[in-house]
C-alpha cells in the first residue's frame, strides 16, 4: 500500500513539473510549438558574418534581417522551413526541427556558399590593318567642305568672345584670386590702410596712360585721314 502512495505522490509531482514548464511555452491551433529563431549567418569558406542577408518564412512572411556579424533572431514554429538568402550568395533552405519539451529557443550556425556567375567569353578586336584603312580612306567619297565650315562657326571671333565676355571665373581662377587676396592680406596686415587715391605715383602712372592712349589716338586718325598733325 505504501508502495503505491509513493507512486502515486511521484507521478503527481511529475506532472505538475510538466505542466509548469510547458506552460511557458506556446503552441499553434494544431499543436506546434513556437520557438524563438536565432543564430549566425557565415560565409562558408572564411566563417565571416554576412551582412544584410534575409532570413525568413515564405508561409508566415515573417523574417529577420542579418545585422553587420550575421545575428538574426525572429519566432517561428517547429516544422516550417525557413529561406536564408543574400547577394552574392546561394539560396539555402532551413527545417526547424521539434526542440525538446523545456527549451524555447533554437539557435544555428547557417553557412552559405558563394554564387559564382560566369560570363561568357567576349572577343575584342583591334584596329584593323593599315592596308585596310587606307583603302576606306581613299574610297571615302563624301565632302569635308561641310567639317570645315562648322569648325570655322564653331570658332568665330565674335562667338568666342561672346562666350569668354559671359562666362564665370573657372574654379582654378577663383582659387587663383583668393591666394592673390590671403597673400595681399598677410603681407599689408600690419601696415595703415592706404588708398590708391591718395598715391601721387598712381596719379602720375594715370595721366602717362592717358597721354599714351591719346598719341595711339592721333597715330591712327593720321594713317586714316593722311593729313600732317598741327
Do not use: C
Not at 558574418?49 to 534575409?54: D, I, L, T
Not at 560566369?118 to 583603302?135: A, D, S, T
Request: without cysteine; neutral net charge; hydrophobic residues 40%.
Amino acid at each position: 500500500m505504501k508502495i503505491v502512495q509513493i507512486i502515486s505522490v511521484v507521478l503527481l509531482f511529475t506532472g505538475l513539473n510538466l505542466f509548469s514548464q510547458d506552460s511557458t511555452n506556446t503552441y499553434t491551433k494544431d499543436g506546434r510549438k513556437i520557438i524563438q529563431f536565432h543564430g549566425l549567418v557565415l560565409e562558408g569558406d572564411s566563417l565571416y558574418g554576412v551582412g544584410g542577408a534575409r532570413v525568413y518564412d515564405p508561409k508566415s512572411h515573417r523574417g529577420a534581417t542579418t545585422g553587420v556579424l550575421g545575428y538574426f533572431s525572429f519566432p517561428v514554429v517547429e516544422g516550417d522551413s525557413v529561406v536564408v538568402m543574400a547577394v552574392g550568395f546561394r539560396r539555402r533552405s532551413i527545417v526547424i526541427p521539434t526542440v525538446a519539451v523545456d527549451e524555447s529557443t533554437y539557435f544555428m550556425k547557417v553557412l552559405l556558399s558563394h554564387d559564382t556567375i560566369v560570363l561568357p567569353e567576349q572577343l575584342i578586336g583591334g584596329l584593323p590593318p593599315e592596308q585596310i584603312f587606307k583603302e576606306a580612306v581613299l574610297a571615302y567619297s563624301g565632302s569635308y567642305d561641310k567639317d570645315l565650315q562648322n569648325a570655322d562657326n564653331n570658332l568665330n571671333d565674335q562667338i568666342m568672345s561672346h562666350l569668354l565676355e559671359n562666362s564665370g571665373m573657372s574654379a582654378n581662377m577663383n582659387h587663383t584670386y583668393y591666394m592673390q587676396q590671403q597673400v595681399q592680406y598677410i603681407e599689408n596686415r600690419y601696415m595703415a590702410t592706404s588708398s590708391p587715391f591718395l598715391d601721387p605715383f598712381a596719379w602720375s602712372r594715370f595721366f602717362k596712360d592717358v597721354e599714351s592712349e591719346k598719341a595711339k589716338k592721333r597715330a591712327v586718325d593720321k594713317e586714316k585721314n593722311n593729313i600732317k598733325p598741327y
